[in-house]
């Protein structure tokens, strides 16, 4: 099992900037995918931006150029580095590992960490 704890949340004014962290412990091997997802009240779950084990990133249009991820394999921690925040980023912030086994995706998620976004 994984476990995953998101930080860094919080309340912001628009333009401003968070970093998110997601601490993982437990049996981080061979995990191929990290990704920060957001959920905003009553909308679905959507991709805010992915890094593989080889380091590649991947945003959506909507937060490119605004949002960066990184990892430190020491602290066996992912970030999110948001910049340039809007009201419309305000969200429950998830952080999601996959390993990828035999053919089958194994997905670990975090409880998330609220961001809200003032105008």
């Known amino acids: 099992q994984v476990q995953l704890v998101e930080s860094g949340g919080g309340l912001v004014q628009a333009g401003g900037s968070l970093r998110l962290s997601c601490a993982a412990s437990?049996?981080?091997?061979?995990?191929?995918?990290m990704g920060w997802y957001r959920q905003a009240p009553g909308e679905q779950r959507e991709l805010v931006g992915t890094?593989?084990?080889?380091?590649?990133?991947n945003y959506p249009d909507s937060v490119k150029g605004r949002f960066t991820i990184s990892r430190d394999n020491a602290k066996n921690t992912v970030y999110l580095q948001m910049n340039s925040l809007k009201p419309e980023d305000t969200a429950v912030y998830y952080c999601?590992?996959?390993?990828?086994?035999?053919?089958?995706?194994?997905?670990?998620w975090g409880r998330g960490t609220q961001v809200t976004v003032s105008s």
């Open positions: 437990g049996s981080i091997f061979n995990i191929n995918l």
């Open positions: 999601k590992f996959t390993r990828r086994a035999l053919g089958v995706n194994y997905d670990y």
């Open positions: 890094i593989t084990s080889g380091g590649s990133t």
